[in-house]
């Protein structure tokens, strides 16, 4: 059976007090509706209809490069039923359809594909059982347990109040009868707003099989609508990856003190200290070691790095047995070829730092082109920005560079090349020489002042 999903997000989300549409706050790094639709795509629909709201252009243009995404807008939100309404036009192949919810991003799709294996051709229906199900619709059952109807909180009685078995508001339905039962919805309730939830005692009303199925943690049924639920689900959405991470053989010191921002591939016997933060897509070979406080973000890092305590790395490659920090600031545009150092207050940008070769201390290397085996002392700064241009530093195959050096680019250190402490490098220096650029030291004979004796 063909499978179309309809995810609703009209709702304005007046209670996260935001100027950004609440489907697109973000939950480790993605908007929530980006987790409902990657969960989506992972079960093969045929379609998928997001459902917007009244000035949801921006929702829609954060998610223009996705392909294959249905929009229907509802611009007067009417209702759970009058929403999925407006997606019915756009679901033309679907034998099933699946209706999930913007703000839920914590769905797995291992519960979803049991719900719609379950549901086949008649209705599917997940459930949570709450302590505490105040403003959920109740799961009213007959004598033997078959499910009858949904009542939402506003239109139940102290009886049916009693019940904790709730709507997710998450079911799969059969296309085939969708239409009718929508178009049967009446809006005479407590809410005046057509339900979506009625359609299940019109189907029951057909004699229709209904499963019921409830998913592995109530946390994958919670919505978002404030920002104490975002962070309760951040924190839960963390949980989960870590727990994952630590079953795949990552070594995290304390798995609440971790955070995933984006993806991240690993190798083996991978070892993160605490307070480490990863965005983006991040690449860790095997045995890397990362220690406390440190950000990375968009960065590759090959097998034996080791990055010490309170570096930010971005958009850099980190060569096999390199050692970065502790305090070491990496920028974009950086490839540390293998075996490097990289030191203490050290930034590094847009530049290539060649095998074996160090900048152990206090240093500014950007625009550059380090050879191999190059020796940069403490304090040397490339100067590569003229107040308009950015101009090029190359320093080539075992150069030393002494410490404190400005090397004014554009400016190229020979093979082998010393420059001496001190210097202000504006002139190519030739391989294999020193050379040194500064005021030559004098010692002169001299009587330093003293103060005069009053009379
Ligand atoms: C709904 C269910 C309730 C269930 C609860 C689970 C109905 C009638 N009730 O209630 O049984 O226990 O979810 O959270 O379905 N939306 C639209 N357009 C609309 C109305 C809503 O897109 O016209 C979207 C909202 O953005 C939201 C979701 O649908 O993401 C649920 O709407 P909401 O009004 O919060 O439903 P509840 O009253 O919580
Ligand atoms: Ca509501």
């Known amino acids: 059976m063909k499978l179309g999903v309809v995810i609703l997000a009209a709702g304005q989300g007046k209670r996260m007090q935001s100027a950004t549409p609440k489907v697109l706050h973000q939950i480790a790094g993605k908007p929530l509706l980006e987790h409902v639709i990657d969960c989506a795509r992972s079960l093969s629909p045929v379609e998928i209809v997001v459902v917007y709201g009244h000035g949801g252009a921006q929702v829609r243009e954060a998610f223009a490069?996705?392909?294959?995404?249905?929009?229907?807008?509802?611009?007067?939100q009417l209702g759970t039923g009058h929403a999925v309404q407006q997606?019915?036009?756009e679901l033309s192949q679907a034998d099933q359809v699946l209706v999930l919810y913007g703000d839920v991003p914590l769905t797995r799709p291992d519960t979803l594909r049991e719900l719609i294996d379950a549901a086949g051709d008649g209705f599917g229906l997940l459930t949570v059982t709450l302590d505490d199900p105040t403003g959920y619709g109740r799961i009213r059952r007959d004598a033997d347990g078959r499910v009858l109807s949904i009542v939402e909180q506003k239109d139940a009685d102290a009886e049916l109040l009693a019940i904790r078995e709730v709507n997710t508001g998450i079911m799969c339905l059969?296309?085939?009868?969708?239409?009718?039962?929508?178009?049967?919805?009446?809006?005479?309730?407590?809410?005046?707003?057509?339900?979506?939830?009625?359609?299940?005692?019109?189907?029951?009303?057909?004699?229709?099989?209904?499963?019921?199925?409830?998913?592995?943690?109530?946390n994958e049924a919670e919505g978002v609508n404030n920002r104490l639920q975002l962070a309760v689900l951040e924190r839960a959405c963390q949980q989960r990856q870590a727990e994952q991470l630590l079953h795949a053989g990552v070594t995290l010191r304390d798995p609440a003190r971790f955070d995933l921002r984006g993806s991240l591939a690993h190798g083996l016997d991978v070892e993160i200290d605490v307070n480490v933060v990863l965005e983006g897509h991040v690449v860790l070979g095997d045995r890397v070691q990362i220690g406390a406080n440190c950000v990375l973000r968009d960065m590759?890092?090959?097998?034996?790095?080791?990055?010490l305590e309170n570096c930010v790395l971005e958009g850099a490659r980190i060569g096999p047995g390199s050692r970065v920090g502790p305090f070491a600031r990496v920028r974009p545009?950086?490839?540390l070829v293998g075996e490097a150092h990289i030191g203490n207050f050290v930034e590094v940008k847009q530049s290539v730092i060649g095998k074996g070769s160090k900048v152990n201390h206090l240093s500014y290397v950007g625009d550059s082109q380090i050879g191999a085996g190059v020796n940069v002392g403490a304090g040397t700064?490339?100067?590569?920005?003229?107040?308009?241009?950015?101009?090029?530093?190359?320093?080539?195959?075992?150069?030393?560079?002494?410490?404190?050096?400005?090397?004014?680019?554009?400016?190229?250190i020979g093979r082998g090349a010393t420059i001496g402490a001190g210097s202000v490098v504006?002139?190519?220096?030739?391989?294999?020489?020193?050379?040194v650029a500064r005021a030559r030291q004098v010692s002169l004979d001299w009587q330093r002042p003293s103060k005069e004796k009053k009379a």
């Not at 590759?300 to 990055?307: C, F, K, L």
């Not at 504006?426 to 050379?435: M, S």
Request: charged residues 20%; glycine residues 8%; contains cysteine.
């Open 65 to 76: 490069d996705q392909a294959a995404l249905g929009w229907a807008e509802q611009a007067e």
């Open 426 to 435: 504006n002139k190519d220096a030739p391989d294999d020489k020193l050379t």
């Open 381 to 412: 700064i490339t100067c590569n920005y003229d107040g308009a241009n950015k101009h090029q530093t190359v320093i080539a195959d075992g150069a030393f560079i002494g410490s404190n050096t400005a090397l004014v680019a554009p400016v190229t």
């Open 333 to 335: 545009g950086t490839e």
């Open 174 to 218: 059969p296309r085939a009868r969708l239409e009718a039962w929508l178009a049967g919805l009446s809006n005479r309730n407590a809410q005046g707003e057509y339900y979506l939830t009625d359609v299940l005692a019109a189907a029951v009303a057909e004699g229709m099989d209904v499963q019921v199925r409830q998913p592995g943690a109530a």
């Open 300 to 307: 590759t890092v090959a097998d034996d790095v080791m990055i």
């Open 87 to 89: 997606a019915m036009p």
